[in-house]
């Protein structure tokens, strides 16, 4: 896993799974990134072990393929999945917000 994800710790939202896109004219470099942001998380009160069901949901992002930040409620019900079978919790525990979404558009 550390050999191909870097792990970012940044501000802006409790974490996020995407792809680097640093293509070139002779060759294509897509970087997998996971960024996470524990301060606005811990200030959310968020607890140590909320942040590593946070932290497994974005690995379960990597390992599913979901490289994108997206709103689709499969794609987010797909990257607990793993989390769930290492003996953490769901990071999300209601999916309807995603399902919301997914039927305004």
């Known amino acids: 896993m550390l050999d191909n994800v870097f792990f970012i710790v940044f501000s802006g939202s409790h974490g996020t799974a995407w792809n680097l896109d640093l293509s070139e004219s002779s060759a294509e470099i897509v970087q997998p990134l996971i960024i996470l942001d ?32 997206s709103n689709d409620f499969d794609c987010e019900r797909k990257a607990d999945d793993p989390a769930e079978k290492w003996g953490l919790k769901r990071y999300y525990d209601n999916y309807d917000k995603f399902e919301k979404m997914k039927n305004q558009k």
């Open 38 to 69: 524990f301060a606005v998380m811990r200030n959310e009160g968020k607890t140590k072990d909320s942040m590593m069901d946070m932290v497994a949901h974005e690995i379960g992002h990597y390992i599913s393929g979901h490289m994108r930040v």
